[in-house]
């Protein structure tokens, strides 16, 4: 099962036209894990954390003992545990969003559906001890939003907050938080235009309290938003996409630097009729003022960057498209400070994978990833690409 806001018909028609960016030779692509689509999971589409020792931490969206997903661990040497399965039905299933994994070893997540007696509800957010028992934090039910689909973040008071595609009190989807200890609350609902509509992004949270999002539709020409809430609930729409061209609708969370300026992408074209809009990369200041710092062809630079974005401290960022590429199967690439964009790796469907969309974790001059597809067993993998 994957996730995708919308459906694309038209990825095989993608031009794989030549660019003129640069080709990387002083890096190292690497496979991981490829996942058998059985018991071990299948079709990871959510960024990975990092755990002590070289372990990574991330989610299936499919495959587990009930085909609904898994939670596992790989560690350095490549050996993968799953460190628990959904099942669907009180528990949840379906989990996309990224993990947070606190001091005593918990990991905390959002499934998309299931939850509540009889797994009739619509999603539920997570704690998973480091012993394998699991308890639900909340359970959607619609008024408190529907379909968690983004990750969580943590505060340094144990709060997390969250974000949820649809319901709420206008349907149009939620910003969230809750408590370890069981406490909820919706802080805001979004609304009609020009209120953004549909948030699938994590959430980015500075020193005040104020929160930072995406949300994939509304603003005031329906191309998407990016907004922000106070700790008081209060929203304010800090830039409306204008559509084509110049990005519409985002899907991934905001990363920001030192100066305050945000950074992320754009989705592009949203619907099976031309001309095609493959996706953009953006900043956006203080002030408000949007850049556009790259626009994708769907050729050898790719297309479709759902993902999110990671910064090296020379102002590089790096990140995922969903296709594009030398063989359609999509790519990793870099974006230096000048927008010089250089691909990293190509996918080509077969044993390294296919279709990443999740974005990418930079630590010590490697970037881990998953691809959503592909790999030995068609699954999906986990890969690594160490920058030299």
Same mark, same amino acid.
């Given at each position: 099962? =994957?996730?995708?806001?919308?459906?694309?018909?038209s990825?095989?028609?993608?031009?794989l036209?030549? /660019?003129?960016?640069? *080709?990387l030779? @002083?890096?190292?692509?690497?496979?991981?894990y490829?996942?058998?689509?059985?018991?071990?999971?299948?079709?990871?589409?959510?960024?990975?954390?990092?755990?002590?020792?070289?372990?990574?931490?991330?989610?299936?969206?499919?495959?587990?003992k009930?085909? #609904?997903? $898994?939670?596992?661990?790989?560690?350095a040497?490549?050996?993968?545990?799953?460190?628990?399965?959904?099942?669907?039905?009180?528990?949840?299933?379906?989990? %996309?969003?990224?993990?947070?994994?606190d001091k005593?070893?918990?990991?905390? &997540?959002?499934?998309?559906?299931?939850?509540?007696?009889?797994g009739?509800k619509?999603?539920? @957010?997570?704690?998973?001890? !480091?012993?394998?028992?699991i308890?639900?934090l909340?359970?959607?039910?619609?008024?408190?939003?529907? !379909?968690?689909g983004?990750?969580?973040?943590?505060?340094?008071?144990?709060?997390?907050? &969250?974000?949820? !595609?649809?319901?709420?009190?206008?349907?149009?989807?939620?910003?969230?938080?809750?408590?370890?200890?069981?406490?909820? #609350?919706?802080?805001?609902? =979004?609304?009609?235009?020009?209120?953004?509509?549909l948030?699938?992004? *994590?959430?980015?949270?500075?020193?005040?309290?104020?929160?930072?999002?995406?949300?994939?539709?509304?603003?005031?020409?329906?191309?998407?938003?990016?907004?922000?809430?106070?700790?008081?609930?209060?929203?304010?729409i800090?830039?409306? %996409?204008?559509?084509?061209? @110049?990005?519409?609708?985002?899907?991934?969370?905001?990363?920001?630097?030192?100066? &305050?300026?945000?950074?992320?992408? $754009?989705?592009?074209?949203?619907?099976?009729?031309?001309?095609?809009?493959?996706g953009t990369?953006?900043?956006?200041?203080?002030?408000?003022?949007?850049t556009?710092?790259? !626009?994708?062809?769907g050729g050898?630079?790719?297309? %479709?960057?759902?993902?999110? /974005?990671?910064?090296? #401290?020379?102002?590089? /960022?790096?990140?995922?498209?969903?296709?594009?590429?030398?063989?359609?199967?999509?790519?990793?690439?870099?974006?230096? *400070?000048?927008?010089?964009?250089?691909?990293?790796?190509?996918?080509?469907?077969?044993?390294?994978?296919?279709?990443?969309?999740?974005?990418?974790?930079?630590?010590?001059?490697q /970037?881990y &990833?998953?691809?959503?597809?592909?790999?030995a067993f068609?699954?999906?993998?986990?890969?690594?690409i160490?920058?030299?």
């Amino acid at each position: 099962m =994957f996730k995708a806001a919308f459906q694309f018909t038209s990825l095989g028609l993608l031009l794989l036209s030549v /660019l003129c960016n640069t *080709p990387l030779h @002083a890096q190292s692509f690497k496979v991981l894990y490829a996942f058998h689509g059985g018991m071990d999971g299948a079709a990871p589409q959510a960024d990975l954390i990092r755990g002590g020792n070289g372990t990574l931490y991330g989610t299936t969206s499919g495959g587990g003992k009930s085909s #609904k997903g $898994t939670v596992f661990q790989l560690d350095a040497k490549g050996n993968e545990k799953i460190l628990y399965s959904f099942p669907g039905f009180v528990y949840g299933g379906y989990p %996309f969003g990224k993990l947070v994994r606190d001091k005593a070893g918990s990991l905390y &997540g959002t499934t998309l559906s299931g939850g509540g007696q009889f797994g009739d509800k619509y999603g539920t @957010a997570f704690q998973l001890k !480091s012993n394998g028992k699991i308890r639900n934090l909340i359970v959607f039910s619609g008024l408190n939003g529907i !379909s968690p689909g983004a990750g969580l973040i943590e505060d340094s008071a144990g709060n997390f907050y &969250g974000t949820t !595609s649809e319901g709420g009190p206008t349907a149009d989807g939620t910003v969230f938080l809750f408590s370890r200890f069981g406490h909820q #609350k919706v802080l805001y609902g =979004f609304g009609a235009p020009p209120d953004g509509g549909l948030p699938y992004s *994590p959430l980015f949270r500075d020193d005040t309290g104020n929160l930072y999002g995406t949300t994939l539709g509304g603003g005031s020409g329906g191309f998407g938003t990016v907004f922000a809430v106070d700790r008081f609930g209060k929203e304010n729409i800090l830039y409306s %996409f204008l559509g084509g061209t @110049a990005g519409e609708h985002p899907n991934a969370g905001l990363i920001r630097d030192q100066q &305050g300026v945000f950074y992320g992408t $754009t989705v592009g074209t949203t619907g099976v009729y031309p001309p095609f809009y493959y996706g953009t990369i953006f900043k956006l200041d203080p002030s408000g003022t949007e850049t556009l710092l790259y !626009s994708f062809t769907g050729g050898t630079d790719g297309g %479709f960057p759902y993902g999110g /974005l990671v910064q090296d #401290k020379a102002g590089n /960022l790096y990140g995922t498209t969903y296709a594009g590429g030398s063989f359609n199967h999509g790519t990793v690439f870099m974006l230096d *400070p000048k927008g010089n964009l250089t691909t990293l790796h190509h996918f080509t469907g077969g044993m390294d994978g296919s279709s990443p969309y999740a974005g990418l974790l930079l630590q010590g001059g490697q /970037l881990y &990833g998953t691809a959503a597809s592909g790999g030995a067993f068609t699954s999906g993998t986990v890969f690594r690409i160490t920058l030299h």
